[in-house]
Structure formats: C-alpha cells, structure tokens
C-alpha cells in the first residue's frame, strides 16, 4: 500500500476501515498499517493451529494428503484413512515385479507405455479422480521418475509417511525437503500391497544399480 500502489498508480479502497490512497485526508490511511500488523499476528497464530492439528494426525498415522498414492484411494468412510484401489494395485505390484527381475526404471515404464496402461495422472482423470495436475493428451505415458517414485514409497508396505515436505513460512507456497529423520512414519495404518520383504530387496537392487550407472 505504501509503495508497490502508489508506483502502479493503483488506488486502493476499503470502505469498511476508511482507506482511500486516493484522498490523503482519509483517517484510515494512517491506521491501515497498524491494522496490517494486527492482521499478520492473527494469520500467523492461526496457521500455527492449523499446523498443529495436522502434525497430530500426522503422528496418528491419519491420512492427510489432498490425494491417496497411485494404488490407494480415501476410504469413502474416513478419508484419513487409505484403501487398495484394486486396478492400480496390480500395476502396483508389477513395477516391483519387473523391478525384482532386474529391469531398470527406463525399461519398466516402456513396458507399461507398450501395454498402453496409463500412467497415475492419467488414470485418475480417467476415473475422475483430481490429481492435482493438469492433464493433456500427453499426459498418459509413464517416465523413469514416476517409477522411481513408486519403487521408493515406503507406503505401499502398510507404512504411513508424511511430512517429507514442509512450506517454508506461512507466507510462502515455497517447499522444502525434510531430512528422512523428521518424517512422521506410523507402521500398520492401511492395507499393504507390497509386502516388507519384497520392498526391501527392490530398495537393495536399486542402491546397487544407482551405484554402478
């Protein structure tokens, strides 16, 4: 208000605190600054509440992504808790398949390309699902990312990890990563599709292979 406005040429109005940068004389130009202060502390004390509650649920083991990881959906009952999606599972469970026979990344999304199955973000707009991305036409193949994702998400054990990104400020959208140590990790919280012995041996196979590329 004091200075982004006034380069712009932009007036600004409230007419319920008596702004008017346009009109000098208004009262509440010189108390509009203090009211931004008292507005801060208010946003502030109420994302730490927010922030709170959700690291509570977090240590709950409750759910409380905008959405489930490819192969689960929210539990119609309780959407803090996931449930197997039947269809997406088995796909699920054939990345870690091929992943076991020692296919690399690369490999195992152009076999899922070949067999025209379509990737996460494609399928949830197929089934009317929001993703949270947009989706285009191009938006159905499968990349060695969204494989090494799938083959490092510990969730598809039974294992509820959150908190592996966190906002820099209230202020901000920004992300940033969390070391692994602060994650908030809560065993037995939904039906697994990969057993722990079988992720386990694929996370070995991966170390050794990224070693050696």
Not at 82 to 95: F, G, K, S
Not at 124 to 145: D, I, Q, R, Y
Request: glycine share 8%; net charge positive.
């Amino acid at each position: 208000m004091e200075c982004y406005f006034p380069e712009k040429g932009i007036r600004y109005i409230a007419v319920n605190d008596g702004v008017d940068t346009g009109k000098e004389e208004s009262a509440g130009n010189d108390m509009s600054a203090f009211k931004a202060v008292f507005n801060d502390f208010y946003a502030r004390d109420v994302s730490r509440k927010v922030r709170s509650a959700l690291t509570a649920k977090r240590r709950a083991g409750e759910f409380i992504g905008a959405w489930a990881p490819y192969g689960y959906q929210k539990d119609p009952k309780d959407h803090n808790h996931l449930i197997i999606e039947p269809e997406a599972a088995q796909v699920v469970r054939q990345i870690f398949r091929w992943s076991l026979e020692g296919h690399g990344k690369q490999e195992i999304a152009k076999l899922l390309n070949d067999q025209g199955i379509p990737n996460p973000t494609r399928y949830k707009a197929e089934h009317g699902w929001a993703s949270g991305h947009p989706v285009s036409n191009s938006h159905g193949l499968w990349n060695k990312t969204t494989i090494w994702r799938i083959l490092r998400n510990e969730m598809y054990t039974g294992v509820m990890v959150q908190g592996r990104r966190k906002k820099v400020s209230y202020k901000s959208k920004a992300l940033i990563d969390m070391p692994k140590e602060q994650w908030f990790r809560v065993e037995g919280t939904h039906e697994a599709i990969i057993d722990r012995e079988l992720f386990q041996t694929v996370q070995r196979g991966l170390d050794l292979r990224s070693k050696t590329d």
